[in-house]
């Protein structure tokens, strides 16, 4: 044999020129038409936010890896990626120091600590993204577009409003976060990466195919819309948001998601599902950052799920005699020690033992792959329980400086929307569950009256009362109101002092005093809210793009006003 033809390596023997390096560099090249629109879009504040996380996760990476002692891999491009995908999730105007805190959380605790590049469980950016979220949600959903705060179109559209033109979101003229504007930017820069072989097509294309049908079907199974008008529903979809950063730039991370070609199938169509059901029944309009992450925990089970079988199993082998050449089936076979066969066997009853065998090895297999997901689900069980407890440790110990916290702010507001009283005692001899079944109103609110206070005067009468009171008709959750009531049954005041609208929409409640204005000084039984301006002392003009929020907040204040009127006197 000629040894100059042989060549003798260790696996794996199919080997490709693409490097870590090469592949990162190509996803930034991708989202620099994304960057570009997103600097056009916001100015230099987007910018500078671009530079500073790209920074800041390579010098994290490079601090981290020296303290933890291991070789320093920045050179490779994954925190500089990471970087520039969390800075076009986050808005323009997010303040620098939350979004180096960001890059902290996406590159030590997410990547760094379970093993670095190719260990992280869940994608850095989108992880950090959603850490963000909890911990600053009033900055991290405020949008400024134009020098004006305003909602993104997904809200509008979700509030019910007139959405803006299909072109004006394809090219990305429209408020948002840095890099999910523009539609039309992400699909060049995805063109790109299916072109240069980076990304495959299967995990975005079912991505957004599950997702379109499910909002298609919605719309015309519960918006009851024209199959013209639930195109067009879709197409905003589709153009709004962060799906298309999601779908071609994060759900195709190589390290959270499935490695065989099934599983990216039903990755794909689990992110659509998800996506659509936080969208649609979520207390946001956007649902692609967690749905991302909730599937990334799913990839392991996927995996084992879809794992293709290994070379030869399942192989329906010939009768033994006839692969040795027995003839007759009665000759003895020699043991083998390879699968323990004992000696001195006839052919037909080696065929019988190699058929328990087999059988055997099968119930063992399929014994180990339950132990497997067992073990996975005891641990992810386990994993939470700590969670929960150690969050429960947590909120004990904040839980008394809190509620002084809160008690301090309720007083200070007191004091605004009833400033002729000199003290506020709460009266504790009403019983609560009585106040709400007495204070039902024609417009049958969902809200309860929490607390009544007695607004004293300085010589110890009592000048009014205040009603704290909570709708549960906010879109985005409950809204805590405190209604100042006068002895005569006028309205002096009203303070917000829960909420968690929509910034730029159902934020007005509390942002825009004109509108609170609205309920003061006017002697009216019940307030009815309307679109256009008011035209009599009982209507109240709705803020515009939130009459959900406005609607809930005329309601808990009329079951307020109702609830004084019964018992002191006022209004008639």
Known sequence: MNKDLVNISASPHIRDKSSTTAIMGDVIIALIPAAIMGIINFGFDAYLLIMVCMVSCVAFEALSEYWFKKKLTVKD?????????????????????????GCAFAIIVVKQLFGGLGQNFMNPALAARCFLVMSFAGRMTSFVYDGVTTATPLTILKNGGKAPSILSMFLGNEAGTIGETSAAALLIGALYLLIKKVISLRIPFYYIFTFSICIFLYAIMSKHMELSDAGLYLTRHLFGGGL??????MATDYVTSPI????????????????FVLRI????????????????LLVPLIEMVTKPKSFGEGYDEKPLSENLGFIGG??????????????????????????????QDKAERSEKKKNSLAYIIISICIIGLFAGLLLGAVYDLTKKPIAET?????????????PEADSYVENKEINISDANDKAEDIYAAKADIDEIWDAKSSDGNTAGHIIIITSHEGYGGDIQMAVAVGNDGVITGISVLKISETAGLGMEA???????????????????VTKNPAGSDEEITAISGATITSNAVTKAVNKALNYANETWGGAK
Not at 244 to 249: N, P, S
Not at 266 to 275: A, E, H
Not at 406 to 413: P, R, V
Request: net charge neutral; charged share 20%.
């Open 510 to 528: 509390k942002d825009d005093p004109s509108f609170l204005k609205q309920y003061i000084g006017k002697n009216v039984k019940n307030y009815v």
């Open 260 to 275: 065989t070609a099934s599983g990216k199938v039903i990755f794909g169509i689990i992110l659509g599902l998800l996506t």
């Open 330 to 359: 009665r000759e003895n076979i020699p043991g083998n020690e390879n699968i323990g066969m004992p000696e001195g066997l006839t052919a037909e009853e080696a065929e019988e033992w190699i058929r328990n065998k087999k059988l």
């Open 77 to 101: 491009l994954s925190a500089a990626v990471t970087g520039l995908l969390l800075a076009l999730n986050l808005p323009p105007t997010l303040p620098i120091w939350m979004a180096i805190l």
């Open 406 to 418: 809160a008690d301090k702010n309720k007083q200070e507001s007191f004091t605004k929307i009833f």
């Open 244 to 249: 298309m950063l999601g779908a071609f730039f």
């Open 281 to 296: 029944y979520g207390g946001s309009a956007e649902g692609v950052s967690y749905a991302i992450i909730i599937s990334n």
